[in-house]
């Protein structure tokens, strides 16, 4: 059974950081791509950063040298590290994993993250 656990959202003030962790189990990990996603109020859940299985990542314009997304294999887990954080960051954070050769996705359960001005 695969899950994914998020942990590590809260608020912070505008300009703060975060550091989002996923924790997987159920699956191989070194084989699997990990995204993380967000959605805030009202708005469509979108693609924040993602990282491929063998370590290459992808951003959203809008968080592009702001967000750095990583993964350890040795613990399971993806990483958002985000800083200069904006209110317009405010949504629920969602990790996302599949397959590399599948597009059979899971998701976690999602973390809160909330950017006060």
């Known amino acids: 059974q695969v899950q994914l656990v998020e942990s590590g959202g809260g608020l912070v003030h505008l300009g703060g950081s975060l550091r989002l962790s996923c924790a997987a189990s159920?699956?191989?990990?070194?084989?699997?791509?990990m995204d993380w996603y967000r959605q805030a109020p009202g708005k469509q859940r979108e693609l924040v950063a993602g990282?491929?299985?063998?370590?290459?990542?992808n951003y959203a314009d809008s968080v592009k040298g702001r967000f750095t997304i990583s993964r350890d294999n040795t613990k399971n887990t993806v990483y958002l590290q985000m800083n200069s954080l904006k209110p317009d960051d405010t949504a629920v954070y969602y990790c996302?994993?599949?397959?590399?050769?599948?597009?059979?996705?899971?998701w976690g359960q999602g973390t809160q993250v909330t950017v006060s001005s």
């Open positions: 159920g699956i191989i990990f070194e084989i699997y791509n």
């Open positions: 996302k994993t599949n397959h590399y050769l599948s597009t059979r996705s899971y």
């Open positions: 990282i491929t299985n063998d370590g290459i990542t």
